[in-house]
């Protein structure tokens, strides 16, 4: 899947532990810290709630696949899969600016 400014799939940037809670390299794009962020917050409202990646499909319309691919850190969902799992999950997914910017911050001041 081509990727906006050649950014490799979001889990490739992380310079230490696992994705999502992994810490991120210094020249991850901006794409990343929010596939990040925005992967953190869906893997927490899955598991806060009891859901499966089938139960996600099921409930919002976006495959299996892609939530899979999504928390492995392999891709971003487009929008209209992002919008479908915020309504249908009654949740904000997508990070704020102010959220990514701090989550940016803070990758720049790890060596």
């Not at 979001?10 to 596939?35: F, I, N």
């Not at 009891?50 to 928390?71: D, H």
């Not at 929008?79 to 997914?93: C, H, N, Q, S």
């Amino acid at each position: 899947m081509p990727r906006s400014h050649g950014d490799e799939a979001p889990a490739s940037y992380l310079a230490e532990g696992q994705w999502p809670d992994g810490r991120l390299r210094g020249d991850a794009p901006v794409s990343a810290v929010y596939a990040q962020a925005f992967t953190r917050r869906l893997r927490d409202v899955i598991l806060d709630r009891g859901l499966n990646p089938f139960a996600v499909e099921r409930i919002c319309g976006v495959s299996r696949r892609t939530i899979e691919r999504t928390l492995k850190g392999r891709t971003l969902p487009d929008f209209g899969a992002i919008a479908r799992l915020e309504a249908a999950l009654k949740v904000d997914l997508w990070p704020r600016r102010e959220r990514a910017r701090s989550a940016e911050e803070q990758q720049q001041q790890t060596p």
